[in-house]
Nanobody, 115 residues
């Protein structure tokens, strides 16, 4: 199983980025996929997740209203649209599956938000 995350980069505060995570080797159609992040010197934290079976979405309070998670079933891919980015969103973002209880992790993609 491989999860490949990409789409990170440098953006100014208030800007937007879209992260993508493609899963290969198996599908997670009976569970879900999620995004986590780890800022320098901090523990990894949950960001957002999507459940395939019922379409439920989950968000950390810190990103609600700014981030949107979505998926493409045909491509076995999950996206994270990040709007109105803040400097405190700076972190390495990881996709993970299944959700809940992930045991597969992508390699991480760095998001840097400048003030």
């Amino acid at each position: 199983v491989q999860l490949q995350a990409f789409g990170g980069g440098l953006v100014q505060a208030g800007g937007s980025l879209r992260l993508s995570c493609a899963a290969s080797g198996r599908t997670f159609s009976s569970s879900g996929m999620g995004w986590f992040r780890q800022a320098p010197g901090k523990e990894r934290e949950f960001v957002a997740a999507f459940r395939w079976n019922d379409g439920s979405t989950y968000y950390a309070d810190s990103v609600k209203g700014r981030f949107t998670i979505s998926r493409d079933n045909a491509k076995n891919t999950v996206y994270l649209q990040m709007n109105r980015l803040k400097p405190e969103d700076t972190a390495v973002y990881y996709c993970a599956a299944p959700f809940p209880g992930p045991n597969y992790w992508g390699q991480g993609t760095l998001v840097t938000v400048s003030s």
